[in-house]
């Protein structure tokens, strides 16, 4: 076995550290914001049963007990942009097919 370099050393370390953040998220996703969704849909639930209302509640999901920060930084670790929603990749595609498709507000075909 050889010893490691410090540059191989810092890229090990902040690959572990990027790790370590996405198993807290993850942890924090399926175990701790999921069963406070569970707890709370099911208290708001019984509330509505209980009040004799008949309006629809909103559930709550997991993600609503996360911080945006969190969510943020987890966000750049793992590389992805919030632009990836916006499916341009799919546009692009379908332009180059041929086919009619959306734009976007002020944006001219």
Same mark, same amino acid.
């Given at each position: 076995?050889? =010893? #490691? ?7 090990? #370390? ?14 924090? =996703?399926? &175990? ?13 639930? #019984? ?5 004799? =209302? ?16 969190? &969510? ?26 041929? #086919? ?7 944006? &001219?075909?």
């Amino acid at each position: 076995m050889r =010893k #490691l370099y410090p540059s191989e050393l810092q890229a090990i #370390l902040k690959e572990l550290q990027k790790q370590k953040l996405v198993d807290e998220y993850a942890e924090q =996703k399926s &175990k701790w914001a999921f069963l406070a969704a569970v707890i709370m849909n099911g208290v708001s639930i #019984l509330a509505r049963v209980f009040s004799g =209302k008949k309006k629809k509640i909103k559930e709550i999901s997991p993600d609503d007990f996360i911080s945006k920060d969190f &969510k943020k930084i987890i966000q750049q670790v793992l590389g992805k942009r919030e632009e990836d929603n916006d499916y341009d990749k799919h546009i692009e595609d379908a332009k180059q097919k041929g #086919l009619k498709v959306p734009t976007k507000a002020g944006e &001219k075909e």
